[in-house]
């Protein structure tokens, strides 16, 4: 690690003013605090110093977001091998999924880092390392075959939009991943949903050759939910995978189900959860809040219901689509949640009975985790608003009683 130290050294005032790489410095800052914690320090001012910088925080957050991705590219291989019928061992499975993924994570990243570093440079600023794990989330909160140019197009304008004319990392006042799903689902509607994107059935870079059997329906649980008119049968029973077999609550927990990449495994979810509370990175609050209002929103329509999406479990609503995943990695994402520890239990109450409130009473968007998160995204500052005024009058309430006393 020397060694490498003292070529950063060697090479560093090529990159500075004058030199003749300096085109390039906000680059060579960006791989020099990635591979190193800077040596500088604040010469005015009042600054909080921790032991770990936002590059180490992003870095926490990928490896979290690791057991879901890595469980995606299982999935991806398992449901095609299943869809055509044809049986395969782990790494053809997970083989047959990477291929089909990383070049969705390469797009997200060349594009959306290019824009970084183009505006760093252009504002003579460090390149800001918020990215690291939104073009992450990206790839995965996207269908398999959404194709490469939609999300290198969508990528862009989400960052340049819901980002860079904010300011950049810090000041984005909604989800920047979510910000690119929404684009993909409302100018490419046909890409995000229904029963033939969430399935890959041709195949990969030669792999996985086959037609799919007779029996296949890539409808994921949500869809077959929405569609569904039988009331008097429990949900649970009218579940199946995408040969028509039944599909168990096990199965579900796990992530062997229809999705987009990283939602499936509520297994790997939690682990990932786990790594983000255990590190102080994620708000435990806005994700025990978001199951209670989920819960609560569901028990509602259950206890008035008509109709088979109202008939659904609170369980179930946690176990099937994106609900889980967007409440671990992206509702507690400190940017553009509520930021005040009361604000964070309403912020996650209601981002829990948006999402079951917009599944139920609107079929043709089974899933409601991206919507009810933006949607509360432009709320939060509001909800800490108020928590900050009321506990203002509280306390001058208080300070009266006692001036009073006297």
């Known amino acids: 690690m020397k060694g490498l130290r003292k070529k950063l050294n060697e090479i560093k005032p090529n990159f500075e003013e004058g030199g003749k790489f300096s085109a390039f410095r906000s680059v060579f800052e960006g ?13 005015t001012g009042v600054h909080v110093h921790d032991a770990i910088d936002s590059k180490r925080t992003m870095t926490v957050v990928i490896l979290a977001l690791m057991p879901a991705l890595l469980f995606g590219m299982y999935n991806v291989g398992y449901q095609h091998y299943l869809a055509i019928g044809e049986s395969a061992g782990f790494w053809a499975l997970f083989g047959f999924g990477f291929l089909a993924v990383l070049p969705k994570i390469v797009v997200s990243y060349v594009v959306g880092l290019g824009i970084e570093f183009v505006a760093a440079q252009k504002k003579r600023e460090e390149i800001q390392e918020g990215f690291l794990v939104t073009g992450m989330l990206i790839p995965m ?8 140019w939609m999300i290198a197009v969508a990528t862009a304008m989400a960052v340049i939009f819901a980002k860079e004319v904010f300011g950049g990392t810090g000041y984005n006042i909604v989800n920047v991943a979510l910000v690119t ?3 993909l689902f409302f100018a490419y509607p046909s890409k995000m949903s229904g029963d033939s994107v969430f399935v890959r059935t041709a ?4 792999m996985g050759s086959g037609q799919a059997v007779d029996a296949f329906s890539g409808a994921t649980p949500l869809g077959q939910i929405a569609v569904s008119h039988d009331v008097a ?29 990283g939602e499936t495994s509520k297994l790997c979810i939690l682990i990932g959860a786990v790594i983000l509370i255990w590190t102080g990175i994620a708000s435990w609050k806005i994700m025990v809040s978001g199951v209670v209002g989920a819960s609560v929103m569901a028990w509602i329509f259950n206890a008035v219901g008509s109709t088979a999406s109202m008939m659904v479990s609170p369980l179930q609503h946690i176990l099937l ?7 671990v990695f992206m509702a507690t994402d400190p940017v553009t949640s509520a930021r005040t520890e009361t604000g964070k239990w309403i912020y996650g109450f209601l981002v829990g009975v948006m999402a079951v409130f917009i599944r139920v009473l609107n079929p043709g968007y089974p899933e409601g985790m991206m919507l009810a998160i933006l949607f509360m995204n432009v709320f939060a500052p509001l909800i800490d608003y108020f928590v900050v005024d009321a506990n203002i009058k509280r306390r001058l309430k208080r300070a009266q009683q006692s001036a009073n006393a006297k």
């Open 31 to 43: 791989l020099e605090t990635f591979l190193y914690v800077p040596n500088t320090t604040s010469k």
């Open 141 to 148: 909160i996207v269908p398999v075959d959404t194709p490469l």
């Open 181 to 183: 799903r929404a684009i």
């Open 203 to 206: 195949d990969t870079f030669g």
């Open 233 to 261: 049968t429990p949900i649970a029973d009218q579940l199946h995978n995408i040969v028509g077999q039944p599909l168990t609550m096990l199965q579900e927990f796990i992530g062997l189900i229809p999705g987009s990449i």
């Open 321 to 327: 689509g994106g609900f889980l995943f967007g409440l």
